[in-house]
């Protein structure tokens, strides 16, 4: 069956032809067969794909489409939607993952033959990977949905099942949307992944600031479920199988991601589109960086059963099922209130481990899916700031052991239902905003957490760890007490001055060390050796004053200052030698000349004859190197940032390439020279590796710094400026005369170095003169 149902937008041609949006613009108008849309809106049309690859083909413009992007584009042109092509193309890799021959056996004959085959196959794989719950629940969805619906085109009833609802539900990553389930089947407890799509447009961002996520379902005391709470929709199984109807539309697609498996492997190749679809959509999920899941990850430690009642995309559990010490027979347990984010952590989860997964959909305060868990460890990165949480239902709910939440207590709320799903002794973290660390609604709370010692630490990360970035987040580890301690202590921990400069974020490494060594001394036996400015165990009682404020900057000894003197003469000797530097580097006197008129061609042009290689920066790599960010390249410093460990191939630098930020709308190209040579090219950066034989790198980086150039080249939407690095401009100048132009531009950078190095080290100096003076430090004479 072809594929004529996927639609590709007028970026996406762009994209397959290896040119900009103007140039399809331009077919459109001057070729009178270019394909009709077939869908979209006027200012923003679609187009049949097959339609456009045939005139592309015809034209001679049809570029070698790499085959993942192929797949890209028919998985985002979906006619039923981007999520529910993706649960599918999830479905199909697990099979893959767990029994490639089945695969090759149904995928042999025709498209109809594989939809109808499908169910019945995914049926026999779901079942030993989620559970004989899984298995019962979907018997009973189906019987109770087959009383009420004809029978699907495979000639079988669909089947709802996903992984246990009862007692199981568990998931991935932190993120949380913000809507409760309101299509999870009322009749039969189902997740109907066709209306996922619908759900991504309407659920808010996932897991994080404020963002509404419906409070899940009211906890029963956890010996005994409790039925959902005035009319909220029972937590139902997050996956079931596709029908074969739902299927078909798909078939196209999924014999694409079946051979894009064949070249990157299931896991990864589930994990690409995932990761096209998550940056496709960035207002609508708010994700947990994997760095920090990993940190929460080693704060719980292993866990043979861990909870996250608010899975997102289910960072934090795969950050628990991969860790080196994990435990045998382990079960992950996911719940999350958006029904596309609770199948699509499933299916992550499933093929990143073998451990047992049960994921529910379903508001979790309100709808509780595991009332009857007693988990090892509960990671959590809950929405915040939510006040629809369930106040006004829940005030007389079992869980709240502690206290019951004020309405703008929503976190507090979560704090207590980790707590109920815990077993004597389990440990839970939690990513919380500052704020409910000091609010005067939760002291009480706060108080009875420290006095019956279930509040262990309090950790402000820096500035930059997690969306919001704006605001240095706190994590909170808790223990569910066995016994009430005699002398209770609590943990404070401040390693905000590992944040780094500006988008590059914090130094995760420093972070790691300094907050996991705090930990692991805090666990021993003996007194806690305090560290000044970074952390130090302080008894509960000395917290219990009317506010309770649990901020660890309030708590903390500033570090210390004994060298702070002799630090502040070695910087200020220090700028001055830079000083005199930049005057040196000061360029000579510009002196007047007439305006050139140079011969002009474009990247894109210089790109297509073969006098440089164009490469964009990638979503992951095979080694773990330092990656450029477009923040390093703007600000002139260090590679200072981190991707996700995958199979994709990384752009790794060369001295003499120039990279380009593509966003931002500043002009600003930088040279890479042997210190930074062999970083992996961050997201929003292109590359640009000239023939040294064809052209000067400086002379190609100056003259794409120029403001004119830069503003030709962009483009500008409501809140961005993207730059089209394949419009950019150079004249066309014989080598010997770029290399005159290249010193000069090589002297201008080295200038704007010294500019910037000097403006920090003076910054270091005003910064440490101020605090000298108001710690008594240093003299005023």
């Not at 995914?122 to 109770?144: D, I, K, M, Y």
């Not at 704006?470 to 943990?491: C, G, M, S, T």
């Not at 940032?641 to 060369?654: F, H, M």
Request: aromatic share 4%; net charge negative.
């Amino acid at each position: 069956m072809q594929d004529n149902a996927t639609e590709v937008t007028a970026a996406g041609i762009a994209r397959l032809a290896g040119v900009g949006r103007a140039a399809v613009s331009n077919w459109r108008r001057r070729h009178a067969d270019f394909p009709r849309p077939v869908g979209g809106t006027e200012t923003s049309p679609s187009f049949a794909l097959a339609e456009v690859e045939s005139w592309l083909r015809k034209q001679g413009k049809l570029a070698e489409v790499p085959l993942r992007e192929r797949v890209w584009q028919q998985l985002s042109g979906h006619p039923d939607g981007p999520v529910t092509a993706l649960t599918h193309a999830g479905c199909v890799l697990l099979l893959i993952h767990d029994r490639s021959p089945v695969w090759l056996e149904v995928s042999a004959g025709s498209d109809e033959r594989l939809a109808q085959m499908l169910p019945g196959v995914l049926r026999e794989v779901f079942t030993p990977r989620f559970g004989a719950e899984w298995a019962a629940s979907a018997e009973s969805a189906t019987n109770t949905q087959s009383a009420k619906s004809t029978l699907s085109a495979s000639g079988a009833p669909p089947i709802t099942g996903a992984p246990s609802a009862v007692n199981t539900p568990g998931s991935v990553h932190t993120s949380d949307a913000d809507q409760p389930a309101a299509n999870a089947a009322n009749d039969a407890n189902t997740v109907n992944v066709a209306n996922a799509a619908n759900a991504v447009n309407t659920a808010p961002a996932v897991n994080a600031s404020p963002r509404v996520n419906p409070p899940p379902s009211l906890n029963p005391h956890p010996a005994a479920p409790a039925p959902a709470v005035h009319g909220t929709a029972a937590p139902a199984p997050a996956l079931h199988t596709p029908t074969a109807a739902e299927l078909l539309p798909s078939v196209p697609l999924l014999r694409g991601v079946a051979e894009l498996a064949a070249e990157l492997g299931a896991r990864q190749t589930f994990e690409f589109l995932l990761g096209r679809h998550l940056d496709a959509n960035p207002r609508q999920y708010t994700l947990t960086p994997a760095d920090l899941a990993g940190l929460m990850a080693d704060l719980a430690g292993p866990a043979r059963t861990v909870l996250d009642p608010a899975c997102g995309t289910g960072a934090l559990l795969r950050a628990a099922a991969t860790r080196p010490d994990q435990k045998p027979d382990q079960k992950l347990y996911a719940q999350d209130s958006a029904p596309e984010l609770a199948a699509l952590t499933t299916l992550r989860l499933a093929l990143h481990t073998w451990s047992t997964v049960r994921g529910a959909t379903g508001d979790t305060l309100r709808a509780d899916a595991h009332p009857r868990l007693h988990a090892d460890a509960v990671l959590c990165h809950p929405p915040f700031n939510e006040r629809n949480w369930g106040h006004d239902e829940l005030a007389y709910d079992p869980r709240w052991e502690y206290g019951f939440p004020a309405r703008t207590e929503s976190e507090l709320a979560w704090i207590q239902h980790a707590l109920a799903r815990l077993k004597d002794g389990g440990a839970a973290v939690l990513l919380m905003p500052p704020a409910a660390a000091s609010r005067r609604s939760g002291r009480r709370i706060r108080a009875d957490l420290l006095r019956r010692g279930a509040l262990r630490a309090v950790i402000a990360l820096p500035v930059g760890a997690a969306p919001p970035y704006n605001i240095p987040l706190h994590l909170w580890v808790l223990r569910r007490p066995e016994r009430a301690p005699a002398q209770p202590e609590v943990l404070l921990v401040d390693v905000g001055q590992f944040a780094g400069e500006g988008r590059g974020g914090p130094d995760w490494r420093a972070v790691r060390e300094a907050v996991l060594d705090a930990w692991q001394a805090f666990g021993r036996p003996g007194r806690f050796t305090e560290r000044p400015g970074l952390a130090r165990a302080l008894p509960v009682i000395e917290l219990l004053d009317d506010d309770v404020d649990l901020a660890p900057a309030r708590h903390l000894p500033p570090p210390t200052a004994a060298d702070g003197p002799e630090q502040l003469t070695a910087v200020r000797e220090l700028l001055g030698e830079t000083l005199r530097l930049t005057a040196d580097l000061t360029p000579s006197r510009a002196d007047a000349a007439h305006p050139a008129r140079w011969p002009l061609t474009t990247i894109g042009e210089l790109a297509r004859g073969g006098a440089l290689l164009l490469r964009t920066g990638g979503n992951g790599g095979h080694a773990r190197v330092p990656v450029l960010t477009d923040h390093d390249v703007l600000s002139g410093t260090d590679p200072s940032g981190t991707l996700p460990e995958s199979d994709e191939e990384a752009v790794l630098t060369e001295p003499g390439d120039v990279v380009v930020p593509v966003l931002g709308g500043g002009s600003m190209a930088r040279v890479i020279d042997t210190a930074t040579a062999g970083a992996a090219l961050g997201r929003n950066l292109v590359l640009l590796r000239p023939d040294p034989a064809a052209l000067d790198p400086w002379f190609l980086a100056g003259f794409l710094r120029g403001t004119a150039n830069n503003r030709q080249a962009s483009s500008y939407a409501s809140t961005a400026t993207r730059l089209d690095v394949r419009r950019l401009q150079l004249p066309r100048l014989p080598l010997d005369e770029q290399r005159r132009y290249g010193e000069r531009f090589r002297a201008l950078d080295e200038f704007e170095r010294a500019l910037r190095h000097a403006g920090r080290l003076g910054e270091q100096l005003v910064r440490g003169m101020y605090d000298g003076l108001t710690d008594g430090t240093v003299a005023p004479d």
